[in-house]
Nanobody, 124 residues
């Protein structure tokens, strides 16, 4: 079974940047990021197709976050710039066997595999 491991979280001041990484132990297709703040539901952040040519973003992070993946298609990254306190959450990597993105790529149940999460804290 595919295993996902996130890294790169930490504490940063508002306006700063962090880069999250997610390494997969097996072959994956489309991948994405979700986040969950204390007392809130897990929400969609970004997703990327197997080819790396198509990406979706939540409106709340559009223009600030960039999702990408390596040439081997087993690692994905989330570059987070201009961070805000409301970005504070546990960030989870997710993977799906589907090759292309669609509207379902914004939903939790589209993804078969999940990482353990990495904490991102943005101070004001």
């Amino acid at each position: 079974q595919v295993q996902l491991v996130e890294s790169g979280g930490g504490l940063v001041q508002a306006g700063g940047s962090l880069r999250l990484s997610c390494a997969s132990s097996g072959r994956t297709f489309s991948m994405g990021w979700f986040r969950q703040a204390p007392g809130k539901e897990r929400e969609f952040v970004a997703a990327i197709s197997w080819s790396g040519h198509v990406a979706y973003y939540a409106d709340s992070v559009k223009g600030r976050f960039t999702i990408s993946r390596d040439n081997a298609k087993v690692t994905q990254f989330l570059q987070m710039n201009s961070l805000k306190p409301e970005d504070t959450a546990v960030y989870y990597c997710a993977a799906s066997p589907r090759t292309y993105l669609n509207d379902n790529s914004r939903k939790r149940d589209e993804y078969d595999y999940w990482g353990q999460g990495t904490q991102v804290t943005v101070s004001s």
